[in-house]
C-alpha cells in the first residue's frame, strides 16, 4: 500500500511539472524579429528626433545585413537636405542619371493641376541641363472621372510636348503613394535600364525630404548601387509633411518585404 502511494505522489509531481512546463510554453512571449527593432528604431526617431542605438545593435545581432542597411538608412534620413531649386551642376552627363518626378493628383477630368505643372516645369529645366539623362514620371490613375488617365502619362505628355525628346522619358504609371514611386521607379530601371547610378529627384519643396528617404531607402534595401545625388524643388506656396508620416512612408515602405 505503501509502495503505491508512493507511486502516486510520483505521478501527481509529473503532472504538476508537465502542466507547469506547458503553462510556462504557452505564455513565453515570442522570440524577437527583425520588424520589431526596425519599428522600434524608425518610431524613436519619430517621436525624439535620435537614433535608437539599443535597437539597431539588436537588428544587427539578429540579421547583420538589415542591420548595416538600416544604418545608412538612419544615416540618410539624418543627413542634412539642402533644396535646390535647379539640378546642381557635376551629376553624370550621361544615361547612367536618371531624373526622377513625382506625381500629383490629377483633376478629375485629368487635366493637370497647377502644382505638377510648377514641378514639370522644374523637371523641363533639368532636361535640359543634362540632356543624356532619362526621365521616370511616377505616378498612377487619380482622375475621378477618367480613370484610364495617369500622372505619368501626362506627365510624359507634357514634356515631349515641351520638345523632351520621348526616347527618354519613362512612365511609371502604376503608383498611388511616394512608397510605390519608389519602388516601382525601381522595378523598371533594375530591368530595363541598369546602367543608371544616380537619381536625382524633383518634386515640390516640402515633398522633397520624404522623396529622397523613400527612394534612397528603396535601393539601400534593394542592395542596389544607385544613389540619390541631387534634388530640383518647385517652390510651392502651401504643404507640409511631418516627420511622423515619413515614419509611417518608410515602414510601409519596409513592410513589403515581411
Not at 531624373?99 to 529645366?125: H, K, Y
Amino acid at each position: 500500500m505503501k509502495r503505491i502511494f508512493t507511486y502516486i505522489i510520483i505521478l501527481l509531481c509529473s503532472m504538476m511539472i508537465l502542466l507547469h512546463i506547458g503553462c510556462a510554453e504557452e505564455t513565453a512571449p515570442p522570440p524577437p524579429k527583425p520588424r520589431d527593432f526596425i519599428r522600434q528604431l524608425v518610431y524613436a526617431y519619430a517621436d525624439n528626433g535620435k537614433r535608437d542605438e539599443q535597437a539597431l545593435a539588436s537588428l544587427y545581432a539578429l540579421d547583420p545585413t538589415l542591420g548595416e542597411r538600416w544604418e545608412r538608412i538612419m544615416d540618410l534620413w539624418e543627413a542634412p537636405l539642402v533644396l535646390h531649386e535647379e539640378l546642381p551642376d557635376g551629376l553624370a552627363g550621361d544615361d547612367s542619371l536618371c531624373l526622377v518626378v513625382l506625381g500629383f493628383r490629377l483633376n478629375p477630368d485629368s487635366t493637370i493641376r497647377d502644382e505638377l505643372i510648377g514641378r514639370l516645369t522644374v523637371a523641363l529645366a533639368a532636361a535640359l541641363k543634362y540632356p543624356n539623362a532619362l526621365i521616370v514620371c511616377t505616378g498612377g490613375p487619380t482622375a475621378s472621372s477618367e480613370p484610364a488617365a495617369t500622372e505619368a502619362g501626362r506627365m510624359t505628355e507634357w514634356l515631349a510636348a515641351h520638345g523632351v525628346d520621348p526616347a527618354r522619358l519613362i512612365a511609371e504609371d502604376r503608383s498611388l503613394t511616394t512608397g510605390q514611386n519608389a519602388r516601382f521607379t525601381f522595378d523598371i530601371l533594375t530591368e530595363r535600364f541598369p546602367k543608371v547610378r544616380q537619381l536625382a529627384v524633383i518634386t515640390s519643396d516640402y515633398h522633397i525630404s520624404l522623396g529622397r528617404l523613400l527612394l534612397g531607402a528603396e535601393a539601400i534595401l534593394r542592395g542596389s548601387p544607385v544613389t540619390i545625388e541631387g534634388n530640383a524643388a518647385w517652390p510651392a506656396p502651401s504643404g507640409t509633411i511631418s516627420v511622423s508620416s515619413e515614419a509611417s512612408a518608410l515602414l510601409s515602405l519596409s513592410a513589403d518585404r515581411d
